[in-house]
């Protein structure tokens, strides 16, 4: 288990990840993550994957095209 801390950073906030966390996600600064919610509510870091990328990208076509259908649902 790692701590860490969110500081504020002009209007943003930011995470600092360690040396050590940045080895284990195999991650250099700059390069693109994700960060995930899980059934559990936990969020999960992963790395940047293209397909899931291209699916994401596909997926907020979908629901902006259907916006009005998915609120209703909502």
Do not use: C, W
């Not at 966390?21 to 509510?41: K, Q, S, T, W």
């Not at 990208?57 to 609120?71: F, K, T």
């Amino acid at each position: 288990m790692f701590e860490t801390k969110i500081r504020k950073i002009g209007y943003s906030a930011v995470m600092t990840l360690s040396t050590e966390m940045l080895a284990i996600l195999d991650a250099r600064e700059g390069d693109p993550h994700f960060v995930v919610r899980g059934d559990d509510e936990r969020l999960k870091i992963t790395a940047h994957d293209p397909a899931l990328a291209e699916a994401l990208a596909a997926a907020e076509i979908v629901m902006g095209e259907n916006r009005d259908l998915l609120q209703a649902l909502a």
